[in-house]
């Protein structure tokens, strides 16, 4: 069992996740748009890693007898239209993330509640690859100079992102 603030704390994050997913999502669908259908690939599959984070919350409250309480979702608030400048958003929402599950740790530490403190560390190492991934996009457009003909080529490697969670997630009750 944990406490109903952790509980509440909890079901704030997983509307973070599911923003986090609406937001690549509606980037995805921009740079689709856009004709960066390698860069729009990667943002899909990214707005799938962000339901599965917020799938994993969603299950875990079940498995603790907790109440599952989902909130409106915001709309997708993002003004970038080149590639550089998306990327630059995606990390600067990451840093947001982890802050938010750093958070979730401090809480769980506070409560001596070592169940939380265990899911969080799966976030918190998670977190360190979502940085990690943004940035070395980041670094691959300073290396091409961000020229069309290295987006073009940085488009055709994000196109090549295989999926990196269970795609039927839901069902399996959110494992890994
Ligand atoms: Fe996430
Ligand atoms: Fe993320």
């Known amino acids: 069992m944990i406490s109903k603030r952790m509980a509440d704390r909890i079901n704030e994050q997983i509307n973070k996740e599911m923003y986090s997913a609406f937001l690549y999502l509606a980037m995805s669908a921009r740079m689709s748009e856009a004709g960066y259908k390698g ?104 290396l091409v100079g961000n020229t069309p003909q290295g987006i073009f080529l940085l488009n055709i490697e994000l196109g090549k992102r295989k999926l990196g969670v269970p795609s039927n997630f839901t069902e399996m009750g959110g494992g890994e």
Do not use: C, R
Request: charged share 25%; hydrophobic share 40%; glycine share 2%.
């Open 39 to 142: 860069v729009g690939h990667w943002l899909m599959l990214q707005y799938h890693e962000e339901m599965f984070h917020a799938m994993k919350f969603f299950n875990y409250l079940q498995d603790q007898g907790a109440t599952v309480q989902l909130k409106q979702i915001a709309v997708p608030e993002f003004k970038e239209t080149t590639v550089k400048d998306l990327f630059q958003h995606v990390l600067e929402h990451e840093k947001g993330v982890t802050k938010s599950i750093h958070e979730i740790m401090a809480l769980a530490i506070e409560e001596k509640d070592y169940a939380t403190q265990i899911l969080d560390q799966w976030y918190i190492d998670e977190q360190i690859e979502e940085e990690k991934n943004a940035t070395e996009i980041l670094q691959s457009i300073e």
